[in-house]
């Protein structure tokens, strides 16, 4: 199995400019989970998909950031406008069932917002 | 609310020592515990899981143990080697509800040759 997919690994941009990160996660797992982590508030939970429904999206910081699960294979975090306090890297993962097995994370995005 | 806490932050230890790494958290209801591995740069590995009505779980040199009476679990790593230094995590999944794990700030561990 390829493992959770994620891109792009890197990205460095200016504030005020859109942000989209995507993930592919493991063929069959039906939970998603977008995290972020800084040296300061280490993994923080952004939010959570089943079966691609938004279920908790109470981690997400403000307005600025959205997410979205079209189908079972792809999801997307965008972050409009992006300031420099968004610069983190994050992480999406997977899981099978209803979100209460084994975690499988991504290698990550990480993001330098200038 | 659920407390991850992990000591020590950092550890450095020549090769081949037995290696144990502490988590405790303040809330006794948990559905599983899960340590994790992260190398610089890189995504989090799962190594254990840990379903709270186990006490232990057993990959090659690792064992985690769990006592979730009094909060903690152990990351034991036998005859460690250099290949073994990374950040190491664990985290709870709290009672009912799904997957929204609560992390530990991790263990750095270095083992030099």
């Known amino acids: 199995d390829a493992g959770v997919i994620q891109s792009p690994r890197h990205e460095v941009t200016e504030m005020g400019q859109e942000v989209t990160l995507r993930c592919k996660p493991i063929?069959?797992?039906?939970?998603l989970f977008w995290y972020r982590q800084t040296m300061m508030r280490g993994l923080e939970l952004l939010i959570y998909?089943?079966?691609?429904?938004?279920?908790?999206d109470s981690g997400m910081p403000e307005d600025r950031f959205s997410a979205k699960m079209p189908n079972a294979s792809f999801s997307t975090l965008k972050i409009q406008p992006s300031e420099p306090r968004d610069s983190a890297v994050y992480f999406c993962?997977?899981?099978?069932?209803?979100?209460?097995?084994?975690?499988?994370f991504g290698e990550g995005s990480r993001l330098t917002v200038l | 609310k659920q407390e991850v806490t992990q000591i020590p932050a950092a550890l450095s230890v020549p090769e081949g020592e037995n290696l144990v790494l502490n988590c405790s958290f303040t809330d006794s209801a948990i559905y599983n515990l899960q340590w994790f591995r992260q190398d610089p740069g890189k995504g989090l590995t799962s190594l254990l899981l840990?379903?709270?009505?186990?006490r232990e779980q057993t990959s090659g040199r690792l064992n985690a143990s769990l006592d979730k009476s009094s909060g903690r679990s152990t990351l034991y790593i036998a005859a460690s080697q250099p290949g073994d230094s990374a950040t190491y995590l664990c985290?709870?999944?709290?009672?009912?509800?799904?997957?929204?794990?609560?992390f530990g700030a991790g263990t750095r561990l270095a083992v030099h040759p």
């Open positions: 840990i379903q709270s009505s186990q």
């Open positions: 063929s069959g797992h039906n939970s």
């Open positions: 998909f089943n079966n691609n429904v938004p279920i908790d």
């Open positions: 993962a997977s899981s099978l069932g209803s979100g209460t097995g084994e975690l499988f």
């Open positions: 985290a709870v999944k709290p009672s009912g509800g799904y997957n929204k794990l609560i």
